[in-house]
């Protein structure tokens, strides 16, 4: 069964770190481009990050950049990402996906019909 299961969301202060966690199972992890989304009540859905199967390329919402950093170890077939200084302004559920039609992630987002396998989500509430 293909599966994604995000983790470590939570409720924290502005100013906070947290990092989620995408562990994948059913397929290998190395053969994706993952994205990190997010959306907010009343909101349309928002990709935040992307990394690309090595990592070597990645993309980064503008609102989060130089705050949040995606990273992977495809041998534990999971993808983290690292959120810094938090604002309440990320509180959202945050979701993980894998890219079925490209490796590598752009200075733009990746249209979302690309990504084909979602996690639950996880919820980020950031408090001021």
């Known amino acids: 069964q293909v599966q994604l299961v995000e983790s470590g969301g939570g409720l924290v202060q502005a100013g906070d770190s947290l990092r989620l966690s995408c562990t994948a199972s059913?397929?290998?992890?190395?053969?994706?481009?993952i994205g990190w989304f997010r959306q907010a009540p009343g909101k349309e859905r928002e990709e935040v990050s992307c990394s690309s199967t090595s990592g070597g390329s990645t993309y980064y919402l503008d609102s989060v950049k130089g705050r949040f950093t995606i990273s992977r170890d495809n041998a534990k077939d999971t993808v983290w990402l690292q959120m810094n200084s938090l604002k309440p302004e990320d509180t959202a559920v945050y979701y993980c996906?894998?890219?079925?039609?490209?490796?590598?992630?752009?200075?733009?987002?990746?249209?979302?019909?690309?990504?084909?396998?979602w996690g639950q989500g996880t919820q980020v509430t950031v408090s001021s």
């Open positions: 996906a894998a890219n079925l039609a490209r490796t590598r992630c752009t200075g733009v987002p990746s249209p979302q019909h690309e990504y084909g396998y």
């Open positions: 059913g397929f290998f992890l190395q053969y994706y481009s």
